[in-house]
């Protein structure tokens, strides 16, 4: 019997975490191994999402997985043979790793037969959350948030001001048209919360020309829902690319009076979800790392001078030798 949603300390007791997508930026690697499963230093970006919702005190993973992709859940298996060879071996450490991931959270697999969308995956968890749930956490695995926390920041926002509260980042107006921009005003002026981190979403516009978006303020992969979310899923129709849209079903509880606001954050993102993003991702956890980290730093300065002086080599061979026209 799974504690009530009161016992969880900011009463999320279930993280959906959409996992079903193909990873075709990441191929060839990913015709094998899931995107969530490729290492951050040693860390799966799966088990991070772990760590952070555990961190809330929710207790259960709701997992949108492929029908291809279980990999991902076996992760979360406690791998008893592995454990026994380590221990026989007093490999201590690394035991602790293996059991790591079970220990963060229980895992529930929930299949999405077709990619129709993040909130067809969003809406499909509805299935294994217990009645007293009336909030939901969702968390991107493509995107960490760091540090961690921001979660419950927002739970927080949610316990004075009702509703759903969304992590936004603060960019350059002229990268706005890559994401999801929110259409703000500010909190009431008698609030507690400080008024240059917490706004109120009235829209929101995807992918908008950089003059015409309405903010500088733009989603990040997380979301604390109130459970009026799989109603407005239910309600709305196919978007983009005959996709249901969790976007779409926000800004219907918006017209309809649903109170949403945003948490600003000002630490860093990482996006996992392409080799761009997730290259700085490693080099950034592995400076940080008390036993990679001084070696790392090392590395990188040779490769950087390496790469340097062959610039400086070829500048220099291109202007002895002009092209001839």
Excluded: W
Aim: glycine content about 8%.
């Amino acid at each position: 019997m799974s504690l009530s949603s009161s016992a969880h300390p900011h009463g999320v007791k279930t993280v959906i975490v959409p996992a079903a997508g193909m990873g075709t930026r990441f191929l060839p690697a990913t015709k094998t191994v899931p995107k969530e499963l490729l290492p951050v230093v040693d860390t799966p970006g799966i088990e991070l999402i772990a760590e952070e919702a555990n961190a809330l005190g929710a207790t259960r993973l709701a997992v949108i997985v492929a029908p291809n992709k279980q990999e991902v859940m076996r992760h979360f298996e406690q791998f008893p043979n592995l454990v026994e060879t380590l221990t026989e071996r007093g490999k201590f450490e690394q035991v602790a790793k293996v059991q790591r991931a079970a220990k963060l959270m229980t895992p529930v697999a929930v299949e999405q037969a077709k990619p129709l969308g993040l909130g067809h995956a969003v809406g499909l968890a509805e299935s294994v959350l217990d009645d007293d749930e009336d909030v939901v956490a969702v968390m991107l695995p493509d995107d960490l948030v760091l540090p961690m926390g921001v979660v419950e920041k927002m739970a927080a926002v949610r316990a004075e001001l009702g509703g759903s509260v969304l992590c936004a980042v603060d960019v350059p107006r002229e990268e706005v048209f890559n994401y999801g921009v929110f259409d703000i005003e500010e909190i009431p002026a008698d609030s507690d919360l400080p008024a240059d981190k917490v706004k109120r979403v009235v829209g929101m516009v995807e992918k908008p020309d950089p003059a015409d978006a309405p903010s500088t303020f733009v989603a990040t992969g997380r979301y604390l829902l109130d459970r009026g979310i799989f109603d407005a899923l239910r309600r709305i129709k196919p978007g983009k690319g005959g996709e249901i849209q969790l976007t779409d079903a926000i800004e219907l509880m918006i017209r309809e009076g649903h109170p949403v606001h945003i948490v600003v954050h000002e630490g860093k993102r990482h996006d996992l979800g392409n080799p761009a993003g997730y290259i700085p991702a490693c080099v950034d956890f592995g400076l940080s790392h008390p036993t990679y980290g001084p070696g790392l730093r090392r590395a990188i300065t040779a490769i950087l001078a390496e790469h340097e002086a062959a610039d400086t080599a070829e500048a220099a061979g291109a202007a002895q030798h002009p092209t001839q026209n």
